[in-house]
C-alpha cells in the first residue's frame, strides 16, 4: 500500500511540474540544438556539421579554403584560402539567417605566422570595422596541408 501511495504522490508532483514549468523534454526539442548545413558547401566527408544552432548562438565548424563544387583546397596560397574560408562560412552564416555582422568570436589557425599580414589583410576585407573577438594560434599543421582554418561563433540577437 506504502508503495502505490508513494508511485501515486510520485506521479502528481511530476505532472504538477510539467503543469507549472513546461514538458523539458519539449522544451529542448523546440529550442534544441539544429544542424546547418548549407546548400552551396564544400563536403570533405568528415564527421562533422558546418554549423550548430542553439537558440539564437551559432556554432560554425572550423572551415578551410575548400572549393564548394570540388571540396579540394583552392590554389593560390593562404590569401585565396582565406577568401574561400569566409565565402563558406559566409554561406553558413546566411542559412542561419545571419551575416559577418553578427560573428561575435573568430579563432584562426594559420600554419605559419609567416602569412600573418597577408591573412590580416584578406581579413580585414570581411571585418573592414569592429571586427569580433580572436585568437590567431599557429599550428604544426591543418587538414589537407592548408594554411588557414577559421572557426567562428555567432549570435543573433
Not at 27 to 52: D, H, Y
Not at 123 to 142: G, H, I
Amino acid at each position: 500500500m506504502r508503495t502505490a501511495c508513494t508511485a501515486v504522490v510520485a506521479f502528481l508532483l511530476g505532472m504538477t511540474t510539467i503543469a507549472l514549468h513546461g514538458d523539458t523534454a519539449q522544451q529542448q526539442t523546440t529550442r534544441g540544438r539544429r544542424v546547418i548545413r548549407p546548400e552551396k558547401g564544400p563536403n570533405a566527408g568528415l564527421p562533422l556539421s558546418p554549423g550548430i544552432l542553439v537558440g539564437n548562438t551559432l556554432y560554425i565548424s572550423g572551415h578551410v579554403g575548400r572549393d564548394p563544387v570540388t571540396s579540394r583546397l583552392v590554389a593560390g596560397g593562404i590569401e585565396n584560402e582565406t577568401r574561400q574560408a569566409l565565402a563558406n562560412i559566409r554561406e553558413v552564416l546566411r542559412a542561419a539567417g545571419m551575416d559577418f555582422g553578427n560573428v561575435t568570436t573568430v579563432t584562426a589557425y594559420i600554419a605559419s605566422f609567416d602569412d600573418f599580414a597577408k591573412f590580416n589583410a584578406v581579413y580585414r576585407e570581411t571585418f573592414p570595422a569592429d571586427p569580433p573577438a580572436r585568437a590567431t594560434v599557429q599550428v604544426a599543421a591543418l587538414n589537407d596541408h592548408a594554411r588557414v582554418e577559421l572557426q567562428m561563433l555567432a549570435v543573433k540577437p
